[in-house]
Each structure stands twice: as structure tokens, then as C-alpha cells.
């Protein structure tokens, strides 16, 4: 069952469910049983929630096989297999993630900053010029990275998303604008993600992103917390999340709205997805009337 279903998936599903079935395979020989789908109790899914965190696993790790495999047994369920009801009695959920975003001042910041390097000061700026495309765009690197002359009308980017396979309509940042005309009217693209994440945060630590970020998050079933600099926690997706809670910030664009762009299903999922501080939040809500005379 979890095998057909991660062969329906996206490209990026069968790893996931690969994981899923080697520590199934590993948790049966360790016990000695046999899995079948009324074998996914609530006591099961315990025991095996503590095989993973004995395993080194992250939570929010643990939190989506559980979550997978639920959903396979409800499905299951769904085709007359034989289940047992107390599988969906598990309620998990996510610790929140150490992503951040950058602000608009910072990504005014690291477009005007001048790389002091002649020899890789071309190499640098491809990598700047197109992760801003993205903190302007919300698009997730497969799509602002893929960009081409076709994708620009009439002040728009119009694209159809790799992993949603939808039609986004974004209005043109006049950053975007200016880079696509540096560029000869395409963007600084063909740079494998792993390359791009790597030199990104070699840009981001020049550019001096050093704010203090401090975190926890639980792994092997132990809470840990951690402190980096801004820099080490940039990547790719930062461009996507930082789109994507600025244009929230402005207050001038509905939610839904930006959930268009970025393909967001439901609110929920979308303010777990943007990055806000106490501090942002506050100062989102200040000038609303509420706080006036």
C-alpha cells in the first residue's frame, strides 16, 4: 500500500516512503512481527514512535511518517482492508521549525551591497541576483530559478509551478525588473540548488547577516537548543518564506490573496509557513483601529 502510493507521488515523495518501509522492515525484525494494516494501532504507533526517536530521528520527522502513515491506513480503510480505529487516536504535531525570514530593509541590503572580489564578483552576484528574484516572487527555487523571457508579461511573471502545477500570476518587483534587464531580459539561472545553497550562505555571511539565532528542537526524543548566525540558516526557501511573510507584513494584500501565489490550501497551513515575531506580529496590528482613540 505505501509503496503504490509513493509511485502515485510527486519526485519527491518515494524517498520519504522509502524511509518509512526500511524502518518498518527494521522495526518487524526487531520485534519479530509481521505488519499488515489492522496491525497500525494506537499502541503500535507508540511503539514505534519510541523505535524512531531511539533511531536519532528529529520530531518533526517522526511527526510526518506517523502523519503518512495514518493517512495510508485510513485509505486502506477506505478500500475495505481490515483496520483498527484507534490508529487515528495519535495526535502529533510539529515543533516549530528553525526557518527565518529577511526583511525587506535586508533584502534591500544584500541587493545594493557591492561584492569587493573581482574575480568572483560575477559568480556572487548571479547567486544575489537570483535568490532575490525569489524573496520577491514567493516562488520556490525549481520555479524562480527556471524563469525565461516566455514567463514576463506586462509587468507580470507568469508561471506555472513545478510542484502544484498550477498558473501563478505575480506582479513584477521593480528589483525583478531590473535584474531581468541586467540579464539581457532572463534570469541568472542553470546553478544546481546544491551549489546555490552552499554559495548563498558564503554571500549572506560577506553581507554580514549575523544576527544571533537561537532555537530548540527535539531529536532522539531529547530537546536541544542551539544558537547560529542568520547566515548559516539561509537557503534557498528562504526567498519563498521571506515573499511570503513580507507581502503579509504590508497589510495591504488579503490572505488569500497571497495564498494564490503561493498555493497554500488553507490558512492554517499558511501562517504556520510565514515567519513572524512577536514584534513583527505587534507591529503589523498597531495602526489598526482598535489601538486608537
Known amino acids: 500500500m505505501v509503496e503504490k502510493r509513493a509511485r502515485r507521488k510527486s519526485v519527491h515523495y518515494p524517498a520519504c516512503y522509502d524511509a518509512i518501509i526500511k524502518h518498518l522492515n527494521k522495526f518487524s525484525l526487531l520485534y519479530d512481527c509481521d505488519i499488515f494494516t489492522n496491525s497500525v494501532t494506537e499502541e503500535f504507533l507508540d511503539d514505534f514512535i519510541i523505535y524512531l526517536e531511539n533511531e536519532g530521528l528529529r520530531h518533526n520527522t517522526i511527526v510526518g511518517y506517523i502523519q503518512k502513515m495514518q493517512s495510508m491506513v485510513r485509505k486502506a480503510s477506505q478500500y475495505n482492508y481490515a483496520v483498527d480505529t484507534t490508529y487515528d487516536e495519535i495526535d502529533l504535531r510539529c515543533e516549530e521549525t528553525n526557518a527565518v525570514f529577511l526583511s525587506m530593509n535586508e533584502i534591500a541590503r544584500i541587493y545594493y551591497y557591492k561584492f569587493t572580489h573581482q574575480d568572483r564578483r560575477k559568480a556572487r552576484e548571479r547567486i544575489r541576483d537570483l535568490f532575490v528574484i ?13 524563469l525565461t523571457k516566455d514567463n514576463f508579461l506586462d509587468n507580470f511573471i507568469v508561471k506555472r509551478t513545478k510542484k502544484t502545477n498550477v498558473t501563478v500570476r505575480i506582479p513584477m518587483h521593480d528589483y525583478v525588473k ?64 521571506s515573499a511570503a511573510t513580507n507581502m503579509y507584513l504590508t497589510g495591504r494584500m488579503k490572505t488569500l490573496e497571497i495564498m494564490k501565489i503561493t498555493g497554500h490550501k488553507s490558512e492554517q497551513n499558511f501562517f504556520r509557513y510565514i515567519r513572524l515575531t512577536q514584534e513583527d506580529m505587534a507591529r503589523a496590528i498597531s495602526g489598526d483601529m482598535f489601538f486608537r482613540k
Open 134 to 146: 525569489g524573496c520577491l516572487t514567493a516562488l520556490r527555487y525549481s520555479d524562480y530559478s527556471t
Open 178 to 241: 531590473e535584474i531581468i534587464s541586467k540579464y539581457g531580459g532572463n534570469v541568472p539561472g542553470g546553478l544546481c540548488i546544491q551549489y546555490f545553497n552552499k554559495y548563498l550562505k558564503v554571500i549572506m555571511q560577506e553581507i554580514g547577516l549575523n544576527d544571533k539565532i537561537t532555537y530548540s528542537y527535539t531529536v532522539g526524543g531529547n530537546l536541544k537548543t542551539v544558537t547560529k548566525e542568520k547566515w548559516e540558516l539561509i537557503s534557498s526557501h528562504t526567498a519563498r518564506r
